[in-house]
């Protein structure tokens, strides 16, 4: 991860990158995140399911 990236429940792209199609979230083992980075980025992506912005599943 870069350090200009921030992890934010707006920015959508780089959240994408951190689900797989089905909408389940990555494991830090297989993307290579620290485990403080993963937490802040599954709380980000459940914030951003939340307001509808990512869907749960692909079948949305």
Do not use: W
């Not at 995140?33 to 992506?45: A, C, D, K, L």
């Not at 939340?50 to 869907?55: G, T």
């Amino acid at each position: 991860m870069s350090k200009d990236t921030t992890i934010d429940y707006k920015n959508l792209d780089f959240l994408k990158k951190h689900t797989t199609e089905n909408g389940k979230i990555i494991p830090c083992r297989v993307s290579g995140t620290t485990n403080f980075e993963q937490r802040r980025i599954s709380t980000e992506i459940k914030r951003a399911r939340f307001l509808s912005l990512l869907p749960y599943t692909d079948r949305h």
